[in-house]
């Protein structure tokens, strides 16, 4: 069984910063890419970020510049580091990773279960 577990979220003020972790477990071959997620209430999961096994990003436009993504690939963990955060910012975030993972070494995408992050004006 794979298993994403997330920690980092809270409350901040507005302008703050966090920093979430999700560390990946279980019978893993292999990670491809991984990535983090967010949904607000009323609105649809978005992508914030991502990084491939090779460590190139990709962000939402609303977070260049303020939100860095990392991973560190011996402890099949990958980081987000928030910083100038608005309230807009709030949301539950889900980690993701396509893992290759078993005797099959079947690929499938994990979730985590969500971490909640709060931003007050």
């Known amino acids: 069984q794979v298993q994403l577990v997330e920690s980092g979220g809270g409350l901040v003020q507005a302008g703050g910063s966090l920093r979430l972790s999700c560390a990946a477990s279980?019978?893993?071959?292999?990670?491809?890419?991984m990535g983090w997620y967010r949904q607000a209430p009323g609105k649809q999961r978005e992508l914030v970020a991502a990084?491939?096994?090779?460590?190139?990003?990709n962000y939402a436009d609303s977070v260049k510049g303020r939100f860095t993504i990392s991973r560190d690939n011996a402890k099949n963990t990958v980081y987000l580091q928030m910083n100038s955060l608005k309230p807009e910012d709030t949301a539950v975030y889900y980690c993701?990773?396509?893992?290759?993972?078993?005797?099959?070494?079947?690929?499938?995408?994990?979730w985590g279960q969500g971490t909640q992050v709060t931003v007050s004006s």
């Open positions: 990084v491939t096994s090779g460590s190139n990003t």
């Open positions: 279980g019978s893993i071959f292999s990670i491809n890419a």
């Open positions: 993701n990773a396509e893992i290759e993972s078993g005797y099959a070494r079947a690929v499938f995408r994990y």
